[in-house]
């Protein structure tokens, strides 16, 4: 593909991303656009560090689930260094899996199982998060070249930006949501005991914190119970 008509496909994926209507819309189209617009790419997929462990998500493939936990079991492979960015490096290949196990031993031997032949992952990053990785996987080894590299990075930098946002937004509908829910418990509470507004929140604060219940989840208990047990 030539880089005119890589741009210009760019530019669509950009309006496709802006027009998804949740988080995981989102990401799905970012890694179906890493397997149509980047070279050489068989699949794809983001990779989290999370303090239990690693997340998957939107992989194209099953491959791309076996690779991240198996960095996750061992703690080591380009992919999971891309997502730990105290390495302070946001960029990771293995062009051949067959030509390299030094830097990473325990990985490249095991991956070479599950049927990779190259790969890179590179940091999803804005300028106030850290986001995961956004995993390229290729079957074949030497595929990906430095126009790749670049197509990845481009590819990357829009899918930063539009996972941030669909993130953002996803956050604010739920606060918006859950707002809404404690505002019509309190209501049915106020009207059913005659307490005031303030008396109704502390009624609905205490059962959350004596029974270690989330304040929405106690709120929806309300209105679907139209009070508390």
Not at 203 to 214: A, E, G, M, P, T
């Amino acid at each position: 593909m030539d880089w005119r008509t890589f741009a210009e496909r760019m530019a669509g994926l950009s309006r496709d991303l802006l027009a998804q209507e949740t988080v995981n819309g989102t990401l799905q189209r970012i890694t179906d656009a890493a397997v149509e617009l980047v070279e050489g790419c068989d699949a794809a997929g983001i990779l989290l560090l999370r303090d239990k462990g690693i997340q998957s998500l939107a992989p194209t493939e099953q491959l791309v689930v076996d690779s991240d936990r198996l960095q996750g079991r061992l703690g080591e492979g380009p992919c999971f260094d891309a997502a730990r960015t105290s390495t302070g490096e946001r960029m990771f290949r293995i062009f051949d899996f067959t030509d390299e196990a030094v830097r990473w031993p325990a990985y490249v031997p095991e991956a070479r199982e599950l049927g990779l032949g190259s790969m890179m992952g590179i940091l999803l990053y804005t300028e106030d998060e850290d986001l995961g990785a956004l995993n390229f996987y290729s079957r074949r080894p030497g595929v990906f070249t430095e126009a790749s590299e670049t197509a990845g990075w481009l590819l990357a930098s829009h899918a930063a930006v539009a996972f941030s946002s669909a993130r953002t937004h996803a956050q604010l509908q739920q606060a918006i949501g859950t707002r809404h829910t404690i505002g019509e418990a309190m209501g049915i509470l106020m009207g059913r005991h005659r307490v005031s507004e303030e008396r109704a929140f502390e009624v609905l604060r205490r059962y959350s914190q004596d029974h270690n219940i989330k304040l929405r989840d106690v709120a929806r208990l309300v209105c679907e119970k139209g009070g508390l047990p």
